[in-house]
Structure formats: C-alpha cells, structure tokens
C-alpha cells in the first residue's frame, strides 16, 4: 500500500459530492458510530493516535471516495471491497469456498489489513491508511450484496426500478433503502444502538468467516425476492427494512468488536 497522506483530505472534499459506494455516505457512518460507541478504552486511545479527534465515521466514505482519483494508485482496491460466492449449501461449504478464492477481496484483505496494523514495522502513514479501510471495509462486509454472485457483480447487473426510477439491486441495498428513511446517520446510529450489553455480546459472537456466511444467506434472501426487472416501492421496504437496520446495527457492533480485539 502506497502512502499518499498529502492527497487524504482534498480527495475526500472533491470526491464526496461525486460517488457514493457500497453502503452510501450514511451507512457507512451509521456503523462506524455505532462501533465507536462500543470501543474499549485501549482501543479508542490507539485510533485516537492513528487518527487524530476525527471520530470514525469522518473517515468511513475515504476508500469510496478515492475511486475517483485518475493516477491509478489505489486502483488495485477496487476488488477489496467485495467477495463473489454463489450460494452454498451449509457454512462449511461456504467457508472452504471463501478460502478457495483467488486474488484479493474483502475476505483477503480485512485480514491483510489487520496484520499491517499489528506489525510494528509499519509505517504511521500506512497504519492510518490501512485503519481507515478495515472500518469501511467492515462495514461492506455487513452489506448483503458485497457477499452477492459474479455473474451479476454483486446485483449491479440486476436492473429494478425503485419508486419509479431505474436503478439496480446493488444500488437499492448501497443506499436507496438508508436513505429513504430520511435520517441523519446520528440520528440512525442512535435509534438502532439500543441492544442490551448481553445482546450486544451475543451479536460480537463468532469469527470474520461467520460474519460473511451471515450476509452471504440475507443475499440468498435478496436474490430470491428481487428478480431482474423488479418494480420496488413501500412493498419492498416493508420486507426489507427491519433487515436492512438489522445489518447496520450488526455492522456496527462488529466492527467495534474487531477493533478492540485488534488493539
């Protein structure tokens, strides 16, 4: 990973008004407050380090946001973002099919990610960079349909009108069904981090392969519930919201938990 530290702030202002990636400008905020929330006291004091008073959701757009950048330096992290595995019969086969993936993905690179972190030898610079990806990349990783199938990249290929207007399947999950909510990622973050410490610790429960075989069935769900040509209003939210909330909430709460576990 190359660092490009003097390039962080001017593309995250020139960038934020063009693209908005995987779970959108607000999911991706809504899970990194919520797992700020929920962060040790060794934990919040080393981001803090690494990232200076900024919380968390400051910088989880960052590694959307840098898809806009024309030199080619971050090009190769494109493919971090998401893991294609077309549905499997149990975890176990789920989990040999993830591991059997070539090249590097979501999967992959969480776990890269998190070594550079730990290894002493890295730099500052690529520490904070490599921080700033592991949150919004956590957060893809509770987005349905960045564990979704090759053929149809995730549900780009899907094409669904959404309360008349054409998008696609991808597109809805990212942040039509968020935003149609109409609140602020505060204001989201805060309704939906009411669990009790005993459910919050039943949420933290399993490994980063558990996580992904839990997105990877809701996509399974997705899929069978959306065929190409869709038209989707308040029908579709009404199947879906509850779920769509329950993945930001569970986003959040693990990745407060891999943080802390990490430092």
């Known amino acids: 990973m190359k660092s490009i530290y003097s390039k962080l702030l001017a593309l995250v202002f020139i960038a934020s008004s063009v693209y908005s990636y995987a779970w959108g400008l607000t999911g991706h905020r809504i899970i990194a407050e919520i797992a700020q929330n929920h962060l040790s006291g060794k934990a ?27 030199t080619g330096v971050w090009k190769e992290t494109s493919a971090w973002h998401y893991v294609n595995i077309n549905p499997q019969t149990d975890f176990a086969a789920f989990e040999k099919n993830l591991k059997a993936q070539a090249g590097a993905n979501l999967y992959s690179q969480i776990n890269v990610l998190a070594s550079q972190i730990k290894d002493k030898k890295t730099s500052e610079k690529d520490r904070r960079i490599a921080l700033i990806f592991l949150i919004h990349m956590m957060g893809d990783l509770s987005q ?6 090759s053929e149809d990249l995730g549900g780009n290929k899907i094409n669904v009108t959404y ?26 973050a ?63 709460l693990r990745l407060a938990k891999f943080l802390n576990d990490l430092f």
Request: cysteine-free.
């Open 44 to 70: 919040k004091r080393e981001i803090r380090k690494m990232l200076g008073k900024e919380r968390m959701a400051y910088w989880a757009n960052w590694p959307d946001f840098i898809k806009s950048d024309t």
């Open 144 to 149: 349905p349909m960045h564990t979704g199938r």
């Open 163 to 188: 309360f008349g207007e054409k998008t696609n399947l991808h597109s809805v999950w990212d942040g039509k069904l968020v935003d149609s909510q109409k609140y602020s990622y505060t204001e989201y």
């Open 190 to 252: 805060k309704l939906l981090d009411i669990k009790s410490k005993d459910e919050v610790k039943q949420i933290q429960q399993g490994t980063l392969e558990n996580w992904l075989y839990d997105s990877h069935q809701i996509a399974n769900k997705v899929y069978a519930q959306t065929p190409d040509g869709s038209k989707l209003s308040y029908d579709y939210q009404y199947k879906f919201n509850d779920i769509m909330e329950r993945q930001l909430l569970y986003g959040g």
